[in-house]
């Protein structure tokens, strides 16, 4: 830690994983004795899983052109003008072809099945994001948690994991930063360690490479945790050697 600097102020640095390993070691120092620093920690540390797994759902590229397109098989109604006698023009505009009155009516038509399509791909989107904030909230909860423990350890090209365990939540998380995209078709998937057998604990979000992943099930007597490479989907036990283990915290 530099000379001088006040440790309450690192507090932000140390939940981002932005102090080197000196700094990091002399930081847990202090934390270990500081209530107020620790509990810092772990309100930053939640709000930055939050922002971690922040997501939006846009509409499809096609949406604007499909409407666009639409749009001209519409005919637009004609300027209003003063009535006049029979057989005049104002007499003939009022009076629509069949064809155009159709047309109208099967754009309506079409339109309407666009917005069934909207509503349904709506609903999926609000969903999804339902579950997602559910599992943010969780994971927060599980990071703010009095008795939240962490450990952190040093993956393969400089990447690094932190493990947290709440004992009264009986759910544990993992945070990553600088992990390397599986390869193409696979995916990480997590483990719990129940004495030397391996449980599924969910996979990881493979287009991230700063995660905060709540892992799946109860940590009940696991005593640490694995990362392997499986195809897309995950598999009932692991196919590939580790990519990490790691114990999990006291």
């Known amino acids: 830690m530099t000379i001088g600097v006040d440790p309450h102020t690192l507090t932000g640095a140390y939940a981002a994983d932005a102090l080197d390993d000196d700094e990091r070691r002399l930081f847990e120092e202090h934390l270990a004795r500081c209530p107020s620093c620790a509990q810092e920690v772990r309100e930053l540390t939640a709000a930055a899983a939050r922002l971690g797994l922040a997501a939006a759902v846009a509409p499809r590229p096609e949406m604007k052109h499909e409407v666009l397109r639409r749009i001209t098989t519409v005919r637009q109604e004609a300027p209003r003008q003063r009535p006049g006698p029979p057989g005049g023009a104002w007499y003939r505009t009022r009076r629509a072809p069949r064809w155009a009155l159709a047309a109208c009516l099967a754009a309506a038509a079409a339109l309407g099945g666009a917005a069934v399509w909207q509503h349904r791909q709506a609903d999926a989107a609000r969903e999804t994001a339902r579950r997602a904030e559910e599992r943010s909230d969780d994971l927060a909860a599980l990071l703010a948690a009095p008795d939240a423990r962490a450990r952190t350890a040093k993956l393969p090209g400089g990447a690094r994991a932190t493990v947290v365990v709440s004992g009264s939540r009986d759910r544990a998380a993992l945070l990553t930063s600088g992990l390397a995209e599986p390869p193409r078709g696979k995916v990480y ?3 719990f360690d129940d004495k030397g ?6 996979l990881m979000d493979p287009g991230r490479a700063a995660t905060a992943t709540l892992m799946k099930g109860p940590v009940g007597d696991a005593t640490g945790m694995g990362i392997t490479v499986e195809p897309a989907g ?17």
């Open 189 to 191: 998937q997590l483990w």
């Open 197 to 202: 057998a391996m449980r599924s604990a969910g």
């Open 234 to 250: 995950g598999s009932p036990e692991p196919t590939s050697p580790p990519v990490a283990l790691v114990d999990l915290p006291a």
